[in-house]
């Protein structure tokens, strides 16, 4: 069943930038009972995307949202005291943005926004103004050496 995506959500994890995908799904499943991961996408340090779930399944990232959305995240987004600050390297907000052209070329009536910016929520997630950063995010080129 083709699903009818209306948001595409960017995310932060909310752990320390050295998490492992494999502990943040343990979290989910073991910790909060989750069927689903929270995200589709993950994004590591390094700019590479790990696809966690298939588009077609629904992740637990926004409650009363998931059904009509595609949700991504950076790993990271707290500092040491999990006080929540964007702490993206440059690789990973490459990636992000690459990832969200793509999804926005696939589901162009999607609105993109952050987690914060949803009714009811209220954490910080992702951690920085998702409409305000892709105002002024200009990719850098990477030369080949």
Same mark, same amino acid.
């Given at each position: ?30 910790? #909060?009972?989750?069927?689903? *991961? ?5 994004? =590591? @340090? +390094? ?55 793509? #999804?926005?070329?696939?589901? *162009? ?5 952050? =987690? @914060? +910016? ?28």
């Amino acid at each position: 069943m083709k699903r009818n995506i209306k948001y595409i959500v960017v995310h932060c994890t909310a752990t320390p930038t050295d998490a492992t995908v494999e502990a943040i799904k343990n979290y989910w499943f073991h910790h #909060l009972g989750w069927t689903h *991961p929270g995200y589709h996408y993950i994004i =590591h @340090r +390094d700019g590479s995307v790990e696809n966690i779930l298939d588009e077609a399944m629904i992740a637990n990232g926004v409650k009363g949202f998931n059904s009509t959305s595609v949700h991504m995240s950076y790993i990271g987004g707290v500092d040491k005291n999990n006080i929540p600050i964007d702490n993206r390297t440059d690789a990973q907000k490459k990636a992000m943005f690459d990832l969200i052209i793509n #999804l926005s070329n696939k589901y *162009p009536q999607a609105e993109i926004k952050g =987690h @914060r +910016d949803f009714p009811l929520v209220k954490k910080a997630c992702p951690s920085f103004d998702v409409k305000q950063w892709l105002k002024t995010y200009e990719p850098t080129i990477l030369q080949a050496a």
